[in-house]
């Protein structure tokens, strides 16, 4: 089976400009997703969609040729990932002149995945006959304990249950979707922009590899996580991490 791995990476960003040429460590942010799917074998093809303009000196030091200008109609913020990837499915298929049956798609945002991770998401979704695959880490918060909504600005429990819930870890298991590694069955993505049906599976990571960069808050714990090279995090434990110069930075400001 023919496995194209999409890297999509827009120009525009709400909360840190440039986002996705960001450099941590000296390296571009986008450069982290793109390496990695790199040393996965199962995928036979790359392609990276995007309206930047990518340092040519990074791309000629990899023998990059694998990427297109998108569309403006699909460059805007308001454009969802499905249509983008679809279309970058469809480019892909006349540039390497090859049908794919499945394609993967490694978020830029998401640089602390592994990839034994990529592997092993693949090898599930490929055993699960799924239509589609999603990365998930346990949650946080908890919509029956204490997550809340805002009822005629009145707050109430987000959820609730017959059972009384004293602690989160008596409420009903809740997860993340990380926005880490997304997988489709060819068929199922050119019909369809809903990520969930009944045959969607999923792959658990751990929290130190499942932080989406979405604030500075997020880029500077990215930053902490790569510095001291956690192994694993658990989700409780997350505070009783030892302070870096990153969090102290941070907070000062």
Avoid at 39 to 55: A, C, R, W, Y
Avoid at 140 to 168: A, G, H, W
Avoid at 227 to 244: A, F, H, R, V
Wanted: some cysteine.
């Amino acid at each position: 089976m023919k496995i194209l791995c999409t890297i999509c990476a827009r120009k525009g960003s709400k909360g840190i400009k440039n986002k996705n040429l960001v450099k941590i460590n000296n390296k571009h942010l986008i450069f982290y997703s793109i390496d990695q799917a790199r040393k996965v074998k199962e995928i036979n093809d790359i392609i990276i969609s995007t309206d930047l303009n990518l340092p040519k000196s990074e791309l000629k030091k990899r023998k990059l040729k694998i990427f297109f200008k998108r569309k403006p109609s699909l460059s805007h913020h308001t454009s969802g990932k499905v249509p983008v990837i679809r279309d970058a499915l469809n480019k892909a298929e006349k540039i390497f002149k090859k049908k794919y049956d499945i394609i993967i798609d490694l978020d830029i945002t998401s640089p602390l995945r592994n990839v034994q991770d990529i592997r092993t998401a693949i090898k599930k979704f490929k055993k699960n006959k799924s239509n589609n695959l999603i990365t998930i880490c346990k949650s946080r918060k908890n919509p029956y304990f204490n997550m809340i909504e805002l009822n005629r600005n009145v707050p109430i429990l987000s959820k609730k249950t017959k059972k009384k819930i004293l602690r989160r870890q008596d409420a009903p298991k809740v997860y993340d979707m990380n926005a880490s590694i997304y997988i489709w069955k060819k068929k199922y993505l050119m019909r369809t922009n809903k990520i969930f049906s009944n045959k969607t599976t999923f792959y658990e990571m751990p929290y130190n590899r499942s932080i989406d960069i979405d604030s500075f808050h997020d880029l500077e714990l990215v930053k902490y996580f790569m510095k001291w090279n956690t192994k694993s995090i658990d989700i409780d434990s997350i505070y009783d991490l030892k302070p870096s110069k990153y969090f102290t930075k941070y907070e000062k400001k």
